[in-house]
Nanobody, 122 residues
């Protein structure tokens, strides 16, 4: 049974930092792209970052502020979020790609965590 469990969300003031973590089990972690997505109230779920064979990729809205990393030995992926803005407020989801080349489309990811809330106050 595949499980993705996020942690690290919370409340922070604008300009602050948070680090999200995702622990994965039940899948061949090292052969899968791993991604972070987010969903704000009333909006569609959107791509934030992916780390896969070939490197790390970011949405333009977070480029230069967020950093995705993974530890294949620990089956974990993290998202370091700096210089947070109120518009970053959302539920953040960890997702496992269908293969090592999955990039940014929701359909390329077949396993999802339960989400963790990030709230950034102005």
């Amino acid at each position: 049974q595949v499980q993705l469990v996020e942690s690290g969300g919370g409340f922070v003031q604008a300009g602050g930092s948070l680090r999200l973590s995702c622990a994965a089990s039940g899948l061949p972690f090292s052969s899968r792209a791993m991604g972070w997505f987010r969903q704000a109230p009333g909006k569609e779920r959107e791509f934030v970052a992916t780390i896969r064979w070939g490197g790390a990729y970011y949405a333009d809205s977070v480029k230069g502020r967020f950093t995705i990393s993974r530890d294949n030995a620990k089956n974990s992926v993290s998202l370091q979020m700096n210089s947070l803005k109120p518009e970053d407020t959302a539920v953040y989801y960890c997702a496992a790609g269908r293969d090592r080349f999955s990039y940014s489309n929701l359909g390329e990811f077949d396993y999802w965590g339960q989400g963790t809330q990030v709230t950034v106050s102005s």
